[in-house]
């Protein structure tokens, strides 16, 4: 096997460039997407000087993590999502509901941001799938 094609193994969790921290914490969520679909995409957040990861739909019913509200009460940072207002803390995925939300390992070495992630990742939509 090609070293290129490491990245395409299926279920790998691979490190993941994202983009540069410049960019990147600019705002304190965004959505990355993932080459796996809509389910499989993360949430990247940038709060307090650090960058965390988690599945970017709601463990509950699929709801948009990233349009969710960002909170900090003592030092517990937790995102609620729009649809029910489950919340997650976003260092460990977990929610008060016993629910418990994917977290993503992140890193940044050299400026730039990486995300432990079983598929490539993009700040753009990957193009639909020609198997539709």
């Not at 030092?75 to 649809?83: E, K, S």
């Not at 803390?89 to 992140?106: A, F, P, W």
Request: glycine share 10%.
């Amino acid at each position: 096997m090609a070293t290129g094609d490491v990245g395409n193994t299926p279920n790998a969790n691979l490190w993941r460039s994202i983009g540069p921290v410049t960019e990147l914490s600019k705002r304190q969520c965004r959505l990355i997407h993932s080459a796996l679909g809509c389910n499989s995409d993360v949430c990247l957040f940038f709060i307090k000087g650090e960058f965390f990861a988690l599945a970017a739909r709601c463990a509950h019913a699929g709801g948009p993590l990233y349009e969710g509200d960002i909170e900090d009460t003592d030092g517990l940072l937790q995102v609620f999502c729009p649809w029910h207002d489950y919340d997650f803390n976003i260092r460990t995925g977990k929610s008060q509901t016993g629910l418990q939300q994917e977290v993503h390992e992140v890193k940044v070495e050299d400026g730039i941001v990486y995300v432990k992630h079983a598929s490539l990742l993009s700040l753009q939509p990957f193009p639909p799938s020609s198997k539709s």
